[in-house]
């Protein structure tokens, strides 16, 4: 078992920052690939960016360029460096620990442990 707790949103202006942590506990997260998933209102949640468990990060095109993501297993945490915001960006976002596995032609992080979220808002 896996327990997922977010943290470092907030409200910024458009153009401004955010770090967004997620700390696990309960076990390790080194076997696990991770992803961090955003959902706005009245929109379907959507993946923004995950890590393989080797470290290799995977982008939604929209944020490719202004996020990063990372992983420090010896610290069990899971980071989203946020830049260049936008108004697009605000949304509720969660971090997930889950398994690779092939959907079709493309390897996809398919998630077994969520967090609860953490708010995003950025104001123009």
């Known amino acids: 078992q896996v327990f997922l707790a977010e943290s470092g949103g907030g409200s910024v202006n458009v153009g401004g920052s955010l770090r967004l942590s997620c700390a696990a506990s309960?076990?390790?997260?080194?076997?696990?690939?991770l992803v961090w998933f955003r959902r706005a209102p009245g929109k379907e949640r959507e993946e923004v960016a995950s890590i393989s468990n080797i470290g290799l990060p995977k982008y939604k095109n929209s944020v490719r360029g202004r996020f990063t993501v990372s992983r420090d297993n010896a610290g069990n945490t899971l980071y989203l460096q946020m830049n260049s915001l936008k108004p697009d960006d605000t949304a509720m976002y969660y971090c997930?620990?889950?398994?690779?596995?092939?959907?079709?032609?493309?390897?996809?992080?398919?998630?077994?442990?969520w967090g609860q979220g953490t708010q995003v808002t950025v104001s123009s």
């Open positions: 309960g076990h390790g997260i080194s076997n696990y690939c």
């Open positions: 997930a620990a889950g398994h690779q596995e092939w959907r079709g032609i493309s390897e996809v992080c398919a998630p077994v442990y």
